[in-house]
């Protein structure tokens, strides 16, 4: 089991950035699979980005060339910057990992002002 805390939300301008973390409760360096959500008012949740823990990663097609995924081990932490933020990145971002049952954090809002 591993519980997962989001943190680094909060309101920004477009074209600005925020880093957010996701702290796990335990190692995740045999975690094979982490990465970032987001649920937008009145939509489903969607598919943001994954790390592996080889360090492999994927992103959906909206968020490349302007977020970063990354994963410090050592810290049990995942990381999400997101540059070059737009209002249509205004979201509750969730951090998931897949061990390979499926865990989720709670959530940290993101809110991306024009």
């Known amino acids: 089991q591993v519980q997962l805390v989001e943190s680094g939300g909060g309101l920004v301008q477009a074209g600005g950035s925020l880093t957010l973390s996701c702290a796990a409760s335990?190692?995740?360096?045999?975690?094979?699979?982490m990465g970032w959500y987001r649920q937008a008012p009145g939509k489903q949740r969607e598919f943001v980005t994954n790390?592996?823990?080889?360090?492999?990663?994927n992103y959906a097609d909206s968020v490349k060339g302007r977020f970063t995924i990354s994963r410090d081990n050592a810290k049990n932490t995942v990381y999400l910057q997101m540059n070059s933020l737009k209002p249509e990145d205004t979201a509750v971002y969730y951090c998931?990992?897949?061990?390979?049952?499926?865990?989720w954090g709670r959530g940290t809002q993101v809110t991306v002002s024009s």
């Open positions: 998931r990992a897949d061990t390979p049952t499926t865990y």
């Open positions: 335990r190692s995740i360096f045999s975690i094979v699979l």
């Open positions: 790390i592996t823990n080889g360090g492999s990663t």
